[in-house]
């Protein structure tokens, strides 16, 4: 049961490098998430989609940008890499609804440094 | 104000202690409720749901209080992979709200 899968697990980025993490769910979930977790401000979303086709802003989305590709796929794009991007990525997919009736499911996390 | 407040510990218990979490929840129309734990750089894992008549699963107990919007975790019989972070979660419109975690070492 692969779940949710992030790629890379790893990155290093230069000040105004852009790159994209990629998200991957196979449960048929309608709803994807991306959080940043940095110490002691727990988990703060960045931004979400609640089905295929929208995608709406999170508590903290400046200097990123998502596509959700489809429904398997929700990808996240920082443009211009700033050392205050610096964090651990989880991507998140749950069935959805408003509210939520059922958990998140996690992906294994991105660690990024941005130098 | 943040949506979900938790003491962020650490709770450093002994083995076999019985040790207690509280958090709270700003938004009364919140209906689902659940805690997550989360190991030293891993992802937050679900560790059980939360419902409104107080649910047990083995050694954990979660309950609920709606009109003082709180939560609890109580775990029993402290083992030493207990020790990690428990992170209290609800829910809002399409989203998932964190508190920060509490953290739990178990001592030998």
């Known amino acids: 049961n692969a779940g949710v899968t992030q790629t890379p697990k790893f990155q290093v980025l230069k000040t105004g490098q852009s790159m994209t993490l990629q998200c991957a769910q196979d449960m048929n979930h309608n709803s994807m998430y991306w959080y940043r977790q940095d110490p002691g401000m727990g988990l703060r979303l960045i931004y979400y989609s609640a089905s295929e086709g929208t995608t709406d802003k999170g508590e903290v989305p400046n200097g990123y940008n998502v596509s959700r590709l489809n429904k398997r796929e929700f990808s996240l794009r920082l443009e211009s890499a700033a050392p205050s991007q610096t964090s651990v990525y989880f991507c998140?997919?749950?069935?959805?609804?408003?509210?939520?009736?059922?958990?998140?499911?996690f992906g294994q996390g991105t660690r990024l440094t941005v130098v | 104000r943040k949506e979900v407040e938790q003491d962020p510990g650490p709770f450093n218990v002994p083995e076999g202690a019985t040790v207690a979490f509280n958090c709270t929840y700003s938004n009364s129309a919140s209906q689902s409720f659940f805690w997550y734990r989360q190991d030293c750089r891993k992802e937050p894992k679900l560790l059980m749901s939360v419902y409104s008549s107080g649910n047990e699963d083995g050694r954990f107990t979660a309950q609920l209080n709606r009109a003082s919007q709180y939560i609890s975790l109580l775990i029993r019989d402290s083992k030493l992979s207990d020790s990690a972070t428990y992170l209290c979660v609800v829910t809002g419109g399409f989203e998932f709200y964190f508190g920060s975690g509490t953290k739990l070492n178990v001592k030998p």
């Open positions: 998140a997919s749950s069935e959805g609804g408003n509210p939520p009736g059922t958990e998140a499911f």
